[in-house]
């Protein structure tokens, strides 16, 4: 069930930023007086699974969940429909208009999808806030697995700022090392501020690590509940409790617990737990598996002061505008990193499977609303790659015609049309076969 509601939130998500991508070209098409032949969501070889004619446009719903397209008449695009060039332009056609009207046509997709990040932005500004945990507020330290180990980190470190730039929110420190290539972090490490230096090399193994649970926040291991045959509820433990220790040895927090408990699969132990002002001990066995059946609180709002934010319309205006801004600036620094020889952050690059696996198992509106208008945005910047059959590649032929008031043959736009499709599909390929990949490497 989990898979059917990524993949739903996937399709609808994909549905709505094309529908307003290809909708950008066909409102700045309509406005200069072109005609628009075919308004479609999904892609129709062969066949479609819906169509209607309005007008003189043929709107309707693909199979191949592709992407989507406009068919402007008098224009090359991946219809590779050649019949009509070879008839005399006509005053409606795409061919026809001055260049700075195409321009501005082949421009309204991508114009549309950052005005629709800017509106998704106001709109959850103005219903939900922002909300954050500040990283003066972890003050109970970081947990860090091996690769956060490597770094020069240790449990228990508050990450103090990186560069010697502070850190405002503690969520966008992986964020910041790996855009922002930081060259050192700044620790609070037993009273005592430390400075660590990032080693040379060290992005490129944070980009394939993945997962930003290189570093953690760390908690005390307060009971929240219990799981079905718990040994530790047999034993007496209770909704409340503090554990504390662990036989002879301190466990403070949940991770130091977590850790240690591991040593003691098949054994009878002895936990120590605060409860309200008493401090008990209690023999409990640890199963096989070596978990007693506790489900520690993890609610960060529980441990943490927050940072929240509430914004009325106007002040969700401005708001929205400077978050889709920052927006464009993270995912420009991750496009420049897919070119580092050193970083080889490409073979990290995923397809269908790695988009749909960021929407979370259930479906959650504002975690929904977030991936849309970062897709919005990833969608926009990529069309805006100077390669053949993107809206890029138009744009560089139309900058190109400005310049050298020249305009390029039909002929050449059919072969460039041609060499930026087999780009794509070859693109199209790798970044799905890199996930094929990853799912038999599992």
């Keep these: 069930m989990e898979i059917v509601i990524k993949i739903l939130q996937f399709i609808l998500s994909l549905s709505i930023l094309i529908i307003v991508h290809e909708f950008g070209h066909f409102l700045a098409a309509k406005i200069f007086k072109t005609r628009v032949d075919k308004f479609y969501l999904f892609f129709n070889p062969w066949f479609s699974i819906f169509k209607f004619k309005y007008g003189e446009t043929e709107y309707g719903i693909g199979w191949l969940p592709l992407g989507g397209y406009v068919k402007i008449a008098g224009m090359i695009d991946e219809s590779m429909d050649k019949e009509q060039l070879k008839k005399p332009p006509q005053p409606w056609e795409f061919r026809s208009k001055p260049t700075w009207q195409r321009l501005i046509i082949m421009l309204g997709g991508v114009t549309m999808n950052i005005f629709l990040a800017i509106f998704i932005y106001i709109m959850m500004m103005f219903t939900w806030g922002e909300e954050y ?10 947990v860090v697995d091996s690769v956060g180990a490597e770094l020069g980190l240790l449990n228990g470190d508050i990450i103090l700022s990186l560069d010697n730039e502070k850190v405002e929110n503690f969520n966008k420190i992986p964020e910041i090392l790996i855009l922002d290539e930081a060259k050192t972090i700044q620790v609070l490490r037993n009273g005592q501020k430390v400075d660590l230096n990032v080693p040379n090399g060290f992005l490129a193994k944070l980009i394939k690590h993945k997962s930003p649970d290189f570093i953690s926040i760390r908690f005390p291991f307060e009971v929240d509940k219990f799981i079905k045959n718990s040994t530790a ?3 007496g ?5 503090k554990i504390i220790g662990l036989n002879n040895i301190q466990t403070e927090y949940f991770n130091e617990f977590k850790t240690e408990i591991q040593k003691h699969k098949n054994e009878e132990v002895i936990v120590k737990v605060v409860r309200g002002n008493d401090s008990i001990a209690l023999n409990i066995k640890v199963p096989e598996e070596g978990l007693i059946g506790v489900v520690p609180i993890t609610n960060i709002a ?3 002061d927050l940072q929240e934010k509430k914004y009325n319309l106007i002040q969700a205006v401005p708001a929205g505008i400077s978050r889709t801004y920052y927006g464009i600036g993270s995912y420009l620094k991750q496009l420049r990193l897919l070119f580092s020889p050193e970083i080889k952050a490409y073979e990290s690059i995923g397809g269908f499977i790695t988009i749909g696996s960021i929407f979370p198992a259930r479906w959650h509106w504002q975690s929904f609303w977030t991936l849309t208008a970062f897709l919005s945005i990833m969608l926009a910047i990529l069309n805006l790659l100077p390669i053949p059959a993107l809206d890029g590649g138009h744009v560089m ?10 305009k390029p043959s039909d002929k050449f736009m059919e072969y460039a049309q041609i060499t930026g499709m087999i780009i794509l599909f070859a693109l199209l390929i790798f970044a799905n076969g890199n996930d094929i990949i990853r799912l038999f490497n599992k």
Aim: glycine share 6%.
């Design 133 to 142: 945990l500040p990283a003066e507020s972890v003050k109970y330290g970081i």
């Design 233 to 235: 509820k047999q034993a």
């Design 237 to 241: 433990m209770q909704k409340g409790d």
């Design 302 to 304: 529980y441990y943490f």
């Design 397 to 406: 032929f139309l900058f190109y015609e400005i310049i050298t008031r020249r």
